[in-house]
């Protein structure tokens, strides 16, 4: 049997470079500011990626799609358009760093979603590791401690919709090639967005235009280096790397946003990770089929 020769400097540097595209794409949302509203922001960034997907359009015309097929994708369409205007809209609510933590908790709700709806079983120290989870986003949010922003609440309906759409995505991965799953994403949040883009329609300014593209320019590279990062070298050597997103998103926030660290954030974040990873590392050990999708796999 083939087996891959495994390059692990090579894949850590790999996620290193996908940490700082999906900061960048985080930042540049929060750049862009509020006159557009989030469901347009959303929709005009789906919109202009679809160019990065014209190679695979061939290969996605000859694909041949039951009605299921089109049934979970327009769901899975639905649903991650959702979270993509929350995400959207709390990127203008609370800091980057705040959004970044909290979109670590998405491979924790997909794992509790494939416990109800794929009957997949937790062992103990997975149980461990999503409530460490979850109590590190209550360090992040301290209710109680300070009046909470909608933008935390968008974040939260943002990992479950987003951690819905990828249960979707690992039925439909079993049946057919991944260029199709994700050329028809894009597709069918597109189309999703289009009738909430409308609702409240402002026309953007070319650099704002700009700015849009860049934001699916480097979600689009993003997803490509985190592929070449799992082709180098196992998850449990990328996995860890995640937390320099983290490190990016404080020293952008601090930098460009005039938004000063947050101790709770910094800790309640690490503390995901270390559950996440831990998740990871304990999946790749037993050597099972892994359902819950390393968490760039959850990525906008």
């Given at each position: 049997?083939?087996?891959?020769?495994?390059?692990?400097?090579?894949?850590?540097?790999?996620?290193?470079?996908?940490?700082?595209?999906?900061?960048?794409?985080?930042?540049?949302?929060?750049?862009?500011?509020?006159?557009?509203?989030?469901?347009?922001?959303?929709?005009?960034?789906?919109?202009?990626?679809?160019?990065?997907?014209?190679?695979?359009?061939?290969?996605?015309?000859?694909?041949?799609?039951?009605r299921r097929h089109w049934a979970l994708f327009s769901i899975r369409g639905l649903m991650h358009g959702l979270g993509v205007i929350c995400w959207f809209?709390?990127?203008?609510?609370?800091?980057?760093?705040?959004?970044?933590?909290?979109?670590?908790?998405n491979p924790v709700f997909v794992s509790l979603l494939a416990v109800a709806f794929l009957g997949e079983r937790m062992k103990a120290p997975r149980i461990l590791a999503i409530v460490a989870a979850l109590l590190g986003a209550l360090i992040i949010l301290r209710p109680g401690m300070r009046v909470l922003d909608p933008g935390h609440f968008a974040m939260m309906v943002t990992a479950l919709s987003f951690a819905g759409g990828y249960l979707l995505a690992k039925i439909l991965s079993d049946e057919l090639p991944a260029s199709v799953v994700v050329a028809m994403l894009s597709a069918t949040v597109t189309l999703a967005l289009l009738p909430f883009?409308?609702?409240?329609?402002?026309?953007?300014?070319?650099?704002?235009?700009?700015?849009?593209?860049?934001?699916?320019?480097f979600a689009t590279a993003g997803h490509y280096t985190m592929t070449r990062a799992f082709a180098a070298?196992?998850?449990?050597?990328?996995?860890?790397?995640?937390?320099?997103?983290?490190?990016?998103?404080?020293?952008?926030?601090?930098?460009?946003?005039?938004?000063?660290?947050?101790?709770f954030v910094i800790a309640?974040?690490?503390?995901?990770?270390?559950?996440?990873?831990?998740?990871?590392?304990?999946?790749?050990?037993?050597?099972?089929r892994r359902i819950t999708p390393a968490f760039h796999a959850t990525k906008h």
């Open positions: 049997m083939f087996q891959a020769v495994q390059r692990p400097l090579e894949g850590i540097l790999w996620m290193v470079v996908t940490g700082v595209c999906f900061v960048m794409v985080t930042a540049l949302v929060k750049a862009l500011g509020t006159r557009i509203p989030p469901a347009e922001s959303a929709f005009l960034r789906y919109l202009l990626g679809l160019v990065f997907l014209i190679p695979v359009w061939r290969v996605l015309a000859a694909a041949r799609l039951t809209f709390a990127m203008t609510r609370i800091p980057i760093a705040e959004v970044t933590a909290m979109n670590y908790l883009a409308l609702l409240n329609w402002v026309w953007p300014s070319w650099g704002e235009i700009g700015i849009l593209f860049a934001v699916a320019f070298a196992p998850v449990t050597v990328t996995q860890p790397v995640i937390f320099l997103q983290l490190v990016w998103s404080v020293l952008i926030g601090a930098a460009f946003f005039g938004e000063p660290p947050d101790p309640g974040g690490t503390l995901i990770v270390a559950a996440v990873v831990f998740m990871t590392w304990r999946e790749a050990r037993a050597n099972r």
